[in-house]
């Protein structure tokens, strides 16, 4: 690969398990979600299942902006970047305390987006492994892919599945790239109002939260997809 698709490692490649799960403890846990006060939103996010475009979304619910492109911007002006919003995690407990507070009673709204493990695998791989070489997610590179840049897809599926086997206890550190969703989301540990499914199309996520806030968003981006990426429905 030429020099211009390698890029310069953000931070010290991982060569131990203790430096593993140091960078795991960076990641999520099962109990973390983003609220929108007041819109009475709570999502529950999955890494590489529309989770920036729908974070970007919670980021302009809270700074009361109704495009996709203004919040980029506004988000640019601020010192972020497509994550800006997940320094801002609170708790599912957070969102139930939140309605029990609220004079009406009214209850979050807590949605979740999943996608086929197949393809999220593939979207991971291509993104933290192919694309940017392990460069801002060290952990997974040495986990998957005992820190070979070069990885195949096939190697990199045959190291995160050896890890959720939990072999040694590795699945406490796994990345949340690649942590299972129904570990992350898990609907059947709680009531959601509502979990989407990448493959059936981003209007009908953007068409739910319209009804439910009462408010538009125009998803459309700079490039004049959806989001962050291209989203498409399935045939």
Known sequence: LGAGRRRARDVPPV?????????????????????????????????????????????????????????????????????FAMTQYSTFEDAELASQLEPNGEAYKVFTV?????????????????????????????????????????????????QIADVDDTKQFINEHVEPQADMCNPRKRDFDGVFRLEDGFDEIANTLRDWTGTAFDFQSEDGETGYSHHQESK
Not at 132 to 159: I, M, T
Request: charged share 20%; net charge neutral.
């Open 15 to 83: 060569t131990s398990a203790h430096a593993a799960r140091r960078a795991a403890a960076l990641g999520r846990s099962s109990n973390r979600v983003l609220l929108s006060p007041s819109h009475h939103l709570a999502y529950c996010n999955v890494p590489k299942a529309a989770s920036s475009t729908v974070t970007t979304y919670m980021t302009g619910l809270n700074a009361g902006i109704n495009t996709f492109k203004g919040v980029e911007e506004y988000i640019q002006a601020n010192g972020g970047d497509s994550h």
């Open 114 to 162: 999943v996608r086929h493990p197949g393809t999220r695998l593939y979207s991971t791989w291509f993104d933290k492994i192919h694309a940017h070489r392990g460069s801002d997610q060290p952990d997974l590179l040495w986990y998957a892919c005992n820190n070979d840049e070069e990885c195949s897809f096939e190697k990199f599926v045959d190291g995160v599945t050896k």
